[in-house]
């Protein structure tokens, strides 16, 4: 009987295991989702009177105008350009060509608000719609370019070569055969570059060209209800974006496996030097104008009448102290959720999962608003205070952590696992030295990453941060917003200097990749 009950009583444990880490999952989405919950509960307390009041006034309708204006425009010339410049660099046999694939990947490294700071400087009289599109522009088409480029390299060629050998040039074959087969990573590049434009304050706000996130953020100091009233229609605007996105997912059909070999490249001629000048124009634009003009102001003159509130030697602690904890809690509980698919998938884990992508569509003004309505309403000892900051981080930036640690799981046997438990060792033991080892590249890469975004995070930080803490991100903007440039230049440029070195490793990863033999993943 004893023998009987025994395999019993353990496939029971099992089954709890199992259902505790859908219930940690579960626990996880819905602090995740928290922040649309404390909006709703913001909105229901000023009152369908006072929202109607702000929402259908003259200004929010121009800021609505604005906001989806830049979106389409920037959506418009990100996808042209990071579409173009992936298949220049997928297609085309160009000269030095690893050097190519960083530069293109650089601008998406560097702040906007910085870049938009560069450019005021250069031209404070350019146009705000026009400012503000180019800056955008410039900074979201490698979000385009990444996905179509790796997409380009999984396509099947064999379909490319048959379309030229029938006559058609490159043009009608990219029109005809290329672009359906990147169809999907064109939609997905797209929607990150939406999302990016519609969360964007400090490059507008140095731009003068005013949206919903500059006027959320004005209208914080002032009236409250106001901002969070104004935060409905830019999380709807976030979500439509994402659900556009999951449509096209969902109808599109699966891509196409490439054969064991790489695409023929198309031979250097003098014809493309074109390609290669207008590559090289976009590296100036999106890398040399910025790094170019942080250097001149660093030679100018850095006096002024404010006083730096902090050290560029305490900025740049307090930046990677509030990072690296962030990026720590966002994988923290990125681990969690990921490990819910490790051994068996089902539609509630899948919807468990997929929700806590929703941050990824709500901007980080909003995500602010909620945690100080939160902390004023219910936890009043947390408000303005490290704990909140750091929260805030890990819920802005866990969709990054997520797809990171899933990359390792989907890649680590849970067969493994199973031989330790067999084997007489405890299930924690198994995980400490089989599955955690088996995830720690996926683990780094998202702290890497979580940690990378947050030093250039500026409109959470500006609401958050602990009153007397500056970060290089708020050091800089108040130094800007004095227009005292020479001061601002170095925070700025250390900024620049933490971004970058991050955005040239994936650049030279990303290449690293393009040029592994084919034979070997055969």
């Not at 790796?150 to 064999?158: N, S």
């Not at 490059?203 to 953020?217: G, H, K, M, P, S």
């Not at 590296?283 to 006083?307: D, F, H, K, M, N």
């Not at 990453?449 to 930080?461: G, H, N, P, R, S």
């Amino acid at each position: 009987m004893a023998s009987a009950v025994l395999p019993h009583a353990r496939a029971h444990r099992r089954w709890l295991r199992r259902q505790a880490i859908v219930l940690v999952g579960a626990a996880i989405a819905v602090v995740l989702l928290a922040p649309l919950l404390l909006l709703a509960l913001d909105a229901n307390s000023a009152g369908w009177p006072e929202l109607s009041q702000v929402l259908f006034r003259q200004r929010s309708l121009m800021l609505l105008t604005n906001t989806v204006v830049l979106a389409v425009l920037v959506l418009l010339f990100a996808t042209v350009i990071g579409v173009g410049a992936a298949w220049a660099t997928e297609r085309c046999a160009l000269p030095a060509r690893r050097a190519w694939t960083v530069l293109l990947v650089l601008p998406v490294a560097m702040p906007d608000f910085v870049v938009g700071w560069a450019w005021h400087s250069i031209a404070p009289l350019m146009n705000p719609l026009l400012g503000a599109t180019l800056v955008m522009t410039l900074g979201t088409y490698p979000l385009v370019y990444l996905p179509v480029a790796a997409a380009l390299r999984r396509a099947d060629p064999a379909m490319e070569d048959t379309s030229r050998s029938l006559g058609k040039g490159a043009i009608a074959t990219f029109a005809r055969v290329s672009l359906p087969l990147i169809s999907r990573a064109v939609v997905g590049g797209g929607v990150l570059v939406v999302l990016t434009v519609i969360s964007e304050y400090g490059a507008f706000e140095v731009l003068r060209y005013q949206t919903f996130t500059t006027e959320i953020f004005n209208e914080f100091g002032f009236e409250p209800s106001a901002a969070g009233a104004l935060s409905v229609p830019l999380v709807l605007f976030g979500l439509l974006a994402l659900a556009v996105e999951g449509v096209t997912v969902s109808r599109g059909g699966r891509p196409r496996s490439a054969p064991p070999r790489r695409p023929a490249l198309a031979r250097w001629r003098p014809g493309t030097g074109p390609i290669v000048a207008g590559l090289l124009a976009l590296a100036g634009l999106g890398v040399g104008v910025p790094v170019g003009t942080l250097c001149y102001w660093i030679a100018q003159s850095r006096e002024t009448t404010l006083p730096a509130a902090a050290t560029l030697g305490q900025a740049t602690w307090a930046t990677v102290t509030y990072s690296a904890w962030g990026a720590l809690l966002a994988v923290a509980a990125a681990l969690p959720v990921a490990l819910m698919t490790l051994r068996r998938r089902s539609r509630v884990r899948a919807i468990i999962e997929r929700s806590t992508f929703v941050t990824q569509a709500v901007p980080g003004v909003v995500i602010a608003l909620s945690l100080v309505f939160f902390t004023t309403r219910y936890a009043f000892g947390l408000y303005q205070t490290s704990i909140s900051l750091v929260i805030a981080y890990a819920i802005m930036h866990f969709p990054l952590a997520l797809v990171c640690v899933n990359a390792s799981v989907a890649q680590a046997p849970a067969q493994l696992a199973d031989v330790g438990v067999s084997l007489g060792r405890h299930p924690a033991l198994v995980f400490l030295r089989v599955t955690l080892p088996l995830l720690a590249p996926g683990l780094l890469a998202g702290f890497c990453l979580v940690f990378l975004t947050a030093i250039t995070e500026l409109t959470a930080t500006l609401i958050l941060a602990p009153i007397g803490v500056q970060t290089l991100a708020t050091q800089f903007w108040a130094f800007q917003s004095e227009v005292a440039n020479g001061a601002a230049a170095p925070y700025a440029l250390v900024i620049v200097a933490i971004a970058v070195l991050p955005g040239a490793l994936l650049g030279l990863w990303f290449d690293r990749e393009a040029r592994q033999p084919i034979a070997s993943s055969a």
